[in-house]
C-alpha cells in the first residue's frame, strides 16, 4: 500500500536557522506532491505542490521543496526560520492519473525558540 | 466569505448521541471530503464524493453516514457515538482536475469530544 513517512517527530529550531523536513513515499510511479501547513489551532493551508517540470519548487511564505525521484522524497526547506513558522507540517502524496485519495503523513510539529 | 466552511467548530456530546457536522463550499467545486485527524495529528481520509456521488469510502464504521444534498454541502452524521469518535474532522473540496493534480482546500475543522 502507497505510504507517506515523515522521520521527524518534532523539530525544534532557533529563529534564524535553517529547516529541512524529510519526506519519503513509497509509490513507484507518477505523483503529484504537497506540503500542507497547520498553525496552532486552525485549518490546514497549502505551503506548495509539485506536479512535474522543475523539481525545485517554492511556495508561500519563503518555503521550497525538492523533488528527488531516484529517492522518492520531496523534503521542505527555508533557510531562516520565524518565530511565526512554529506549526504542524505535512507532507501528502497522491498517485498521477487518478481520482485516488491524498494519502498523508504523520506531520513533523516544528516549535522555533525566539 | 470562507471558501469552505464547517459547522459547528466544536461539538461536546455523550456517548451513544446521534451528531451532524455541515461542511459547505463557495469555491464551485466538483469533489468534496472528510478527514479525521486523531489526537496524533495523523489525517485520514474518510469518504469522497464528487458531484453529490460518493467515491471513496475508505473504512470507516457504519455509523458514519454522509450525506451529500448537492455539490456545495457534504455533511457528517454519526450515530451512536463512541469515545475513539474524539477527534477533529476536517472538510475539503477540490476542484475535478486531471491526473490527480486537483488541490484539496480545508475547512477549519470541527472538534469533536464524546464523553
Known amino acids: 500500500a502507497q505510504s507517506v513517512s515523515q522521520h521527524n517527530h518534532h523539530v525544534i529550531l532557533s529563529e534564524a536557522a535553517s529547516l529541512e523536513l524529510g519526506c519519503n513515499y513509497s509509490y513507484g510511479g507518477t505523483v503529484n506532491l504537497f506540503w500542507y501547513v497547520q498553525y496552532p489551532g486552525q485549518h490546514l493551508q497549502l505551503l506548495l505542490k509539485y506536479f512535474s517540470g522543475d523539481p525545485l519548487v517554492k511556495g508561500i511564505k519563503g518555503f521550497e521543496a525538492e523533488f528527488i525521484k531516484s529517492k522518492f522524497s520531496f523534503n521542505l526547506r527555508k533557510p531562516s526560520v520565524q518565530w511565526s513558522d512554529t506549526a504542524e507540517y505535512f507532507c501528502a502524496v497522491k498517485r498521477g492519473g487518478s481520482q485516488g485519495n491524498l494519502i498523508f503523513g504523520k506531520g513533523t510539529k516544528l516549535s522555533v525558540k525566539p | 466569505d470562507t471558501a469552505v466552511s464547517q459547522t459547528p467548530k466544536y461539538l461536546v456530546t455523550q456517548m451513544g448521541n446521534d451528531k451532524s457536522i455541515k461542511c459547505e463550499q463557495n469555491l464551485g467545486h466538483d469533489t468534496m471530503y472528510w478527514y479525521k485527524q486523531d489526537s496524533k495529528k495523523f489525517l485520514k481520509i474518510m469518504f469522497s464524493?464528487?458531484?453529490?456521488?460518493?467515491?471513496i469510502n475508505e473504512t470507516v464504521p457504519n455509523r458514519f453516514s454522509p450525506k451529500s444534498p448537492d455539490k456545495a454541502h457534504l455533511n457528517l452524521h454519526i450515530n451512536s457515538l463512541e469515545l475513539g469518535d474524539s477527534a477533529v474532522y476536517f472538510c475539503?473540496?477540490?476542484?475535478?482536475?486531471?491526473?490527480?493534480?486537483?488541490?484539496?482546500?480545508f475547512g477549519p475543522g470541527t472538534r469533536l469530544l464524546v464523553l
Open positions: 475539503a473540496s477540490s476542484p475535478m482536475g486531471t491526473r490527480g493534480r486537483e488541490t484539496q482546500y
Open positions: 464524493y464528487n458531484n453529490k456521488e460518493l467515491i
